[in-house]
């Protein structure tokens, strides 16, 4: 089971995702969070920020415990834990642009109606964005 994470990041009540670049192997060309797989040895927390970091070039604190959404899904082998993220350091941007072909701030209305990732990040971003 490879073990992944992911934050929501939101400001101003709208979602930022990131549209995979069509040449990945695991969902190309759809919109999904920010986040990726924890190392071996490294905790969920550190495996977020330094994934925040390479991803979006942003400084998080320490993600709230417990996390906001949990994904399983053994068919596909990952169990992804999911954080809301409220506060930041510094300006996200895309600094992974062979992972990432953009990333853009959407309303929960208008994040629904992408082409997502997961089918239960319509329902957490619903919620994410209350």
Same mark, same amino acid.
């Given at each position: 089971?490879?073990?992944?994470?992911?934050?929501?990041?939101?400001?101003?009540?709208?979602?930022?995702?990131?549209?995979?670049?069509?040449?990945?192997?695991?969902?190309?060309?759809?919109?999904?969070?920010?986040?990726?797989?924890?190392?071996?040895?490294?905790?969920?927390?550190?495996?977020?920020?330094?994934?925040?970091?390479?991803?979006?070039?942003?400084?998080?604190?320490?993600?709230?415990? !417990?996390?906001? +959404?949990?994904? *399983?899904?053994? %068919? /596909?082998?990952?169990?992804?834990? =999911?954080?809301?993220?409220?506060?930041?350091?510094?300006?996200?941007?895309?600094?992974?642009?062979?992972?990432?072909?953009?990333?853009?701030?959407?309303? !929960?209305?208008? +994040?629904?109606? *992408?082409?997502? %990732? /997961?089918?239960?990040?319509?329902? =957490?971003?619903?919620?994410?964005?209350?």
């Amino acid at each position: 089971m490879r073990l992944q994470v992911a934050g929501l990041l939101v400001r101003e009540h709208r979602i930022l995702l990131c549209l995979r670049s069509t040449t990945r192997a695991y969902c190309p060309g759809v919109w999904d969070l920010p986040g990726g797989h924890v190392e071996p040895g490294e905790s969920d927390d550190a495996a977020l920020r330094r994934e925040l970091e390479e991803e979006l070039g942003i400084a998080m604190r320490d993600p709230p415990r !417990p996390p906001f +959404a949990r994904i *399983l899904d053994e %068919a /596909l082998g990952f169990d992804l834990k =999911l954080w809301l993220v409220r506060d930041w350091r510094g300006a996200p941007e895309n600094r992974c642009p062979a992972e990432h072909e953009t990333i853009g701030w959407f309303a !929960p209305g208008e +994040a629904q109606r *992408l082409r997502l %990732a /997961l089918p239960g990040y319509a329902d =957490l971003i619903r919620r994410a964005s209350i």
